[in-house]
């Protein structure tokens, strides 16, 4: 679970008019807790106007680079966001939550990579990116990159030095809805996008593993055209950054209290609360300090495992079939389909 330390902001870098980079200090005797796989994230708390708030953000460093660097880009009524690309400062101090997040390459052997990215979806795909490149010799990474301008294009310049660096091993496909510079694509990721790039310009290649992030309806549109052409999906990673739809129907009926026992940092809350709340809202209701973030159902911060009774998830973006199968949810989708619950934060 989440375990967050004061650290000092070291430097803060404007990458596009919107968009900062900020680097983290990272003292010795906490290095090994920062330590981090590329393609990781690390959740902030910070108060601003007397409210906690947490986010979640990629770390766009690699993990040689010995450097905890993340993005913030600025979005409307974005209240950290805005915060972070406006006022803070270098010496400043934020909470930050040590590394966690599960869009790694786990798959060592694979030797023709796709990242595909729009808009600040780049962050955990450039770490991705330049892990592969240095750690590989002969490993290829194509780089599909969505945005509205070149100016609007968080990492160009880093992005250009490292296709200059790794000449025939990292190739790059921009494109963008406003401008149209050469050698570009001009529109959105979508179908026609995937297709020219796969089926044109590589298509004497074998891809062996996808990795997507951005936001919800590229992704679904990205996902779709890779199985058309007969990608596997265990091949196909992916890590929202926005949502375009958070919310079904809760998947419970009926009114009444249920009984919840749950287990953070080796202590044991049992509360009981209405059957129509989540897990997560509840126990933070309680004063449990239960790990979370996005409460979204898009980062896997608020994980736990089912003991005993059952709940289901009104979404889930994260876990795959086989592990809610042996338990794990999501706790701020989860709402409790059983009369008890016992959840575990710990063992995740």
Same mark, same amino acid.
């Given at each position: 679970m989440s375990k967050f330390n004061p650290l000092k902001v070291?430097? /803060?870098?404007?990458e596009t008019p919107l968009a900062v980079s900020i680097v983290f200090d990272v003292p010795a005797d906490l290095k090994a807790d920062y330590q981090f796989e590329a393609g990781q994230y690390v959740n902030i708390k910070s108060i601003i106007n007397g409210e906690e708030l947490r986010r979640s953000y990629s770390i766009s460093s690699s993990p040689k680079s010995d450097e905890l660097r993340i993005v913030v880009k600025a979005v409307e009524n974005g209240v950290f966001s805005n915060y972070a690309t406006q006022q803070l400062q270098v010496g400043d101090i934020l909470e930050v939550a040590v590394p966690e997040g599960? #869009?790694?390459?786990e798959n060592k052997d694979a030797k023709v990579i796709a990242g595909i990215a729009a808009g600040s979806g780049i962050t955990p795909i450039i770490s991705l990116a330049k892990d592969v490149l240095e750690n590989a010799t002969d490993t290829i990474f194509v780089l599909i990159y969505g945005n509205k301008s070149?100016?609007? %294009? /968080? *990492?160009y !310049?880093?992005?250009?030095?490292?296709k200059s660096h790794y000449l025939g091993r990292f190739f790059v496909h921009y494109t963008f809805t406003k401008e149209h510079p050469d050698d570009s694509l001009f529109g959105r990721i979508e179908r026609s996008t995937i297709n020219f790039v796969m089926k044109n310009k590589h298509n004497e290649k074998q891809f062996d593993e996808y990795f997507l992030c951005g936001p919800e309806d590229m992704i679904?549109?990205?996902t779709d055209v890779l199985k058309e052409n007969g990608t596997a999906e265990e091949q196909i990673h992916y890590e929202l950054f926005t949502t375009s739809s958070t919310n079904g129907e809760i998947p419970?009926?009926?009114e009444g209290m249920v009984k919840v026992t749950v287990l953070? $940092? $080796?202590?044991? %809350? %049992? #509360? !009981?609360?209405?059957?129509?709340?989540?897990?997560? !809202?509840?126990a933070l209701k309680h004063g449990v300090d239960a790990p979370y973030s996005c409460q979204g159902g898009i980062c896997s911060s608020c994980m736990c495992r089912t003991i005993k009774g059952s709940a289901e998830m009104k979404t889930n973006h994260i876990l795959m079939d086989d592990e809610v199968e042996e338990g794990l949810l999501?706790?701020?989708?989860? *709402?409790? %389909?059983?009369?008890e619950i016992y959840v575990d934060f710990d063992d995740v």
């Open positions: 070291k430097e /803060i870098k404007r599960k #869009f790694v390459l070149v100016e609007d %294009t /968080i *990492y !310049n880093e992005i250009e030095a490292l679904k549109k990205v419970v009926s009926g953070v $940092d $080796d202590v044991e %809350t %049992t #509360f !009981n609360m209405p059957r129509t709340e989540n897990i997560l !809202n509840a999501l706790a701020c989708q989860a *709402y409790v %389909t059983s009369d």
